[in-house]
């Protein structure tokens, strides 16, 4: 399984801004690409996911055990959170001075009135986690996780809640996403399967426009910025001589990029906080792949490079290119 990961502090952005084309009722949920192998070996018996008789099992929505991490046993126990954000209030603290102005056996009891953040106790949420197949393949699965609730962007307390669901899936199976409530089978699978669009060549506003279309900025500034960042990206895609410009569509929404050669990619999320990456391999088989298999599973540096957008990052990837291959 990946590397655990810390526990999130905020809600992630992207999970904002699915939420934000994704109306009000929402599943906290993940789709995953399993092996044969990992269920095996009971990887994720935990989220009742198993090997029986020789093939792939689901056991039935259940509360994850204590045993399996922290939020696990918050979901449980429930939990003490410290309101930082309430006034501070007033408490008595009572305790013993056994050497009153430094004489031993000279005690008295000494009360004091401090200021002290108030406390909420939240009882166990107890929520289940549910697991479904929903492709079967010769030596994999194609799994659906999810949070056996449907949220309200509405409900009180929603960001709180929220957050206290995606760090349990995270901590569970290692990956979160957020779904309508009214979601299929396909809209889930479509947030693994890796898809590519070509664009038109010599069409720039409409391919802009066609790239904008998958956000849903909330302000004019924020629109005003992304389309920014667009054209910005779409100015330094066409200095690499690309044979064409893709965006990425199904899991790789948000994505725009240039292929370069049957066997070079560049393609960079339009969202700020991601990298930008040079994959590397044969055209027709890459982007057939699941997204989790495309980064997670590959070897840096041989199936593709990672580029962090600061200092001159654009240098940084010609260089590479520049590198990797003769025109």
Not at 62 to 67: C, E, K, M, Q
Not at 100 to 110: M, T
Not at 126 to 155: M, P, Q, W, Y
Request: glycine share 8%.
């Amino acid at each position: 399984m990946a590397t655990k990961k810390r526990s999130m502090r905020k809600v992630p952005l992207f999970i904002e801004t699915r939420l934000a084309s994704i109306g009000n009722e929402f599943h906290v949920a993940v789709v995953k690409r399993i092996s044969h192998v990992d269920i095996q070996s009971g990887l994720y018996a935990h989220a009742g996911l198993v090997w029986q008789n020789g093939q792939v099992a689901v056991q039935g929505a259940s509360v994850i055990s204590p045993n399996s991490g922290r939020f696990a046993r918050l979901n449980v126990d429930g939990q003490e959170i410290v309101r930082r954000d309430l006034p501070k209030i007033d408490k008595v603290i009572t305790f013993i001075n056994p050497r009153l102005f430094g004489i031993p056996g000279n005690s008295c009891q000494i009360t004091q009135v401090r200021q002290v953040c108030q406390r909420e106790y939240l009882p166990g949420r107890r929520h289940e986690l549910e697991t479904a197949v929903l492709l079967a393949g010769s030596d994999f699965c194609i799994v659906r996780f999810n949070i056996k609730k449907t949220f309200s962007a509405l409900e009180p307390n929603i960001d709180r809640e929220l957050l206290f669901a995606l760090n349990l899936l995270q901590e569970a199976v290692k990956g979160i996403n957020v779904f309508a409530n009214t979601a299929t089978t396909e809209d889930y699978l479509s947030t693994i399967h890796v898809h590519w669009e070509i664009l038109p060549s010599g069409q720039r506003e409409t391919n802009v426009s066609l790239i904008l279309s998958h956000f849903k900025p909330r302000t004019p500034e924020e629109k005003e910025e992304l389309e920014r960042r667009i054209n910005e990206r779409y100015d330094f895609f066409e200095t690499l001589h690309p044979k064409h410009i893709i965006r990425g569509t199904g899991g790789l929404n948000g994505y725009m990029g240039a292929l370069i050669k049957d066997d070079i990619v560049v393609f960079d999320h339009l969202t700020p906080g991601n990298g930008l990456y040079i994959l590397f391999g044969d055209w027709e088989e890459q982007s057939q792949r699941t997204k989790t298999d495309l980064l997670a599973n590959g070897e840096e540096g041989k199936d593709y490079i990672r580029i962090t957008h600061n200092g001159d990052w654009q240098l940084r990837v010609q260089n590479e290119l520049s590198r990797r291959y003769v025109s």
